[in-house]
């Protein structure tokens, strides 16, 4: 058993710089034991440690079947990804992980897929559609609703674009501010849910992003016949000790490190949306 409080040493084999301030890390674990044994579901979470600094809860995004090497993108918050972002290929980490309960792949397998994101922490789904596109046969349709506050701050348009042209995929995207050539929706991402055909009980939804879009979308896909059950959100709290014991990331009973990130809606939505929860 991985102990959950120990750190294991990573290599930066490859940094990608994504946008400004945003960045991906590829990593491998010094240790060729411990990589061999490391695995993770889409959805969860490590802890990255940058020496003599801290450590913060990052999102994996790359997909499970690469035995040899996985991914975090970070964004430009705080003190630790400031230094994070300073790092270069060749250099470590600290690791701790993976935490969490994942999205549920298992049992969407056989039914559409209707993944829902807004702003810039879109990074929870993006394993999400690694996971499916590299499994296609196992999947109904997928449909990415994505959207942002202004058009220049979609990341990875060249990738929107690829997934868009895969089999029984479809691709919308949302700005509330466009710009010259935007070639897409002007407006809320909730606004997308009139441009899609949603087979109701044949639909598992996943979702990420800021709350207030989250009970949006969660009151359209209601009105739509869409089980409130079978909608997935994965929840942003302040994770420090990915176990439970600091207290952060408590949600009423429950801790958002341990018993999320991913909740079924029916899990959280007594506190949902209630301020200061």
Known sequence: MINPYLLREAEIVERIEEASGIFTLRLRFSDPAIQRAYNFQ???????????????????????????LYDHTIRVVGRVTRGLLQLRTGQYVGIRG??????????????????VTGGLGCAPTISVINYILNRRERYGRLIIMQGVKHADDLLWRDRYAQWAQQADTEVLIAADQGAALWPWHVGLVTDLFDSIRLKPQQTVVMMCGPEGMMRAAIKQLAQRGVDEAEIYLSMERNMQCAVGHCGHCQYGGKFICKDGPVFSYPEVMELFGVRGF
């Open 42 to 68: 889409p959805g969860q979470f490590n802890m990255v440690y940058l020496y003599g600094v801290g450590e913060v809860a990052i999102s994996i995004v790359s997909d499970p079947r690469d035995e040899h």
């Open 98 to 115: 993976p935490f969490g309960r994942g999205w549920p792949l298992q049992e969407a397998q056989g039914r559409d897929v209707l993944i």
